[in-house]
């Protein structure tokens, strides 16, 4: 199983939610799974979460489980596991569409300008073959 990590100059918004009934996630699973973020606050293991991202998606909102924490130098790297099949997919494409903005800001500060478009043909071309694929 395989998580993402989530480009850190795209802000998650990331709340605590009631507990959600899960199904458990087979561990032998592959492919995409879900996320990793850096944060400034700790999340208990096992706790869920509501998840938007503003930047990309004003409607994006998906609920997901903290798989762990982990104690950094300056906050904390959490991994937030989405155990059904909507909210997995749905992650991984947006999860496709924040590697591409990411893509483009840093092109920009290289001295490219490119817009949405061009950024998306370049990443696909470099980093598509790559990233994670969605098993369930």
Known sequence: ME???HPKD???E???IEDQPFPQINRE???FIGITYFTSRPFDNGRSVRITLEEIDPNF???GRVAWCNKEVDGYQ???EFPTKEECYSVRMIEQLSQIEHYRRQAKSEGRRLNYNEAAAE???KFA???PAFIL
């Open 3 to 5: 998580f993402v990590a």
């Open 10 to 12: 795209l802000p998650l």
């Open 14 to 16: 990331i709340t605590l």
């Open 29 to 31: 699973r592959s492919g």
């Open 61 to 63: 909102c998906v609920s």
């Open 78 to 80: 959490i991994a937030i």
């Open 123 to 125: 990443w696909i071309q």
């Open 129 to 131: 073959a790559n990233f």
